[in-house]
């Protein structure tokens, strides 16, 4: 499951470059032009930032799993499927973001699907803890923990969504402002960052068949 | 043989996505231009799902290889050549689905493309099974199941490729349907799951090593 | 260096399928244009078994080593430098086939690629063999088995490159026929199958940590 | 983090060969027009060059590293953000060579974007050191041997970027001057070969249950 997972975002993060437009030749002021492309890269960034988020989450929620189940396989396909539209979301919000009208379609388009990833990787983790599919030494601690975190971003998305029906660019700047957060050392919101490494990587490296 | 084959299908599936055509920049009624590209969505999803029914059971199939032969690797490049054809029957698909004449030939295409994907899959099993390649401690029960479920796609692929000469809109739907039918998690049509957890997982995780 | 040599020609394999061209949307006929675009399939199958095959030597040369050293390291780079170039002659070959002149261009510039993959696959292979990183414990019989095995193809893709100054469409049957013959189970052409599966795969799946 | 890490790198070097623009069809001089497309293949060599230098230097790192923390997986993400840009850079590159103006803009951002990854590798195994990360036991030899191998590039590319201001098309192959430089195998600046591998070798497929 991790290759096949690893290897859809792999994909999926680095095929968000296609929607970076090259200029047309005849124009000699490169810079001014690569200037005026600003909504392709701030869309290229969180895009980039959101999957990484996803990833982080997704190989923390498989660092803990002990076994897998025919549910949670499915559950994670169904978190790719909308992995994978993210490369197209985001040339949608590039294209139209200056435009009236066709920007906010754009960026609610945009703003649901981070919301779906943001809420299937908390249904996977979820159902992993319900279905007990979690290394049986783990403690409640660090359970909740991961529970946390996976939590917060579903009602930024929420928050951002509304916000950008009535005016879209806000919107954007707020799902960027959502992944560098979730992105931030988990250390520097929790705990320090000694007792915090300490913690988790012992078990971060941690496979089944040490157990 | 793992690593290359979710490789290739998790690139073969991200670059469905290229598939999705981004509306023309002057049309300022997105939302009607975006919902007026459905088929393109339709066989992003179809594709996807494909995909994920493939990944599922080869995953499965390597899950109970002990090794593998020459022939069993020709086999398995077989299988990913089709894979790596189904961005393109898809793209086929999305243009010309609400075109007379030329859909019939898309929908075909399509359809005979999914038919040698499962055609081949079914394939590796049942070589992998007869050429004794799998867990000498496999149950007879076990590799009756797994055959059992690389199969029944195939009758349906066939059903709807005579469906889509006539009606090839139906057949489309048809492949979804047969799609989310494989994908619906093993349990629920075989047995419960309390059960079938307990008997696969253990297995599913097993490596060589542990034999 | 093997999973990142595996996601190269996983990539390159599936980027083949972009340089098959959609039809245009106002051609009604489309089963005839698809006929039309032979080349371009042509070239996709070609070019998918010539990855195959390089594949497979590929991995049959990384389960053989040992440890690997810097020149290794390059030597391998190298060889993926050319096999992501593959998607690009491919598209040139599909674009040209069938104009005087430019065919000929397009189909050498191919086969000399082809031919530098093969040559490059030989040379890492006979400096793994001279700078000692195989495992200990291969018999001499192996080791010329291998040897045997990443060499014909040089002397035809050299034959048909120079058979493609005077017969570009010929040459491309070549490369065709030499992909499928060395994909061709070694065993047919070497020895028996079961002598051979018996011989080749507990070597297959030995790992370094089981010697 | 090594197969998402590899997964980004190979899925980037081969998307490099989007950039090579296959020539219009009814252009029949194509030996001409390819080698009129040198910038293309200029950059694509410099691209692919540095991200097998990114790599290699990479994959040196996590093979010394014993665990990861949450800053390391961070600076990683970054690292991987900046290969991800190249593909575009390059095609910027390989579009504006031959333009005054558009040329020293384009070779700048491109300057820029190697730079960025140049500095994120180093950062990243300074961290790796100062956080103690490593295998503790690593010898302060093999640490300042590779603390020396991920640092001279930076100069390098400091350098050619501001040439670059001044003598845009000098500057590109200053990139590939630095490239091949850092290509070549380690052994031929620092030691003989075979102290070399006899040194690094065993540490190099060492692995974190090995110790």
Redesign the interface.
């Known amino acids: 499951?991790?290759?096949?997972s690893?290897?859809?975002?792999?994909?999926?993060?680095?095929?968000?470059?296609?929607d970076?437009a090259?200029p047309a030749?005849q124009?000699?002021?490169?810079?001014a032009r690569?200037i005026g492309e600003w909504p392709g890269y701030l869309g290229?960034?969180v895009s980039?930032a959101t999957i990484?988020v996803i990833?982080?989450g997704h190989?923390a929620i498989t660092d803990y799993l002990e076994?897998?189940?025919?549910?949670l396989?499915?559950l994670n396909?169904l978190l790719?499927?909308f992995v994978?539209?993210l490369?197209?979301a985001t040339?949608?919000l590039a294209?139209?973001i200056d435009?009236?009208?066709?920007e906010r379609?754009?960026s609610t388009?945009y703003g649901l699907l981070l919301l779906l990833c943001s809420v299937l990787l908390s249904v996977l983790w979820r159902y992993a803890v319900r279905?007990k599919l979690l290394h049986p030494d783990l403690d409640d601690d660090e359970v909740t923990l991961l529970t946390r975190r996976v939590t917060p971003g579903i009602g930024g998305y929420v928050l951002m969504i509304i916000l950008g029906l009535f005016f879209p660019g806000a919107a954007v700047i707020g799902y960027l402002v959502i992944a560098v957060f979730l992105?931030l050392?988990?250390?520097l919101r929790r705990r320090p960052?000694e007792e915090?490494?300490k913690r988790?990587?012992?078990r971060?490296?941690s496979r089944?068949?040490?157990h």
């Open positions: 499951m991790e290759a096949f690893d290897g859809v975002m792999a994909v999926a993060s680095t095929l968000l470059v296609l970076l090259i030749t124009h000699t002021d490169l810079l690569l290229f960034l980039f990484g990833w982080l190989s076994r897998v189940d025919a549910t396989l499915r396909l790719l499927f994978c539209l490369p197209f040339g949608l294209e139209f435009q009236e009208g066709a379609v754009a388009v279905a992105l050392p988990f250390s960052p915090h490494d988790r990587s012992p971060r490296r089944p068949s040490e």
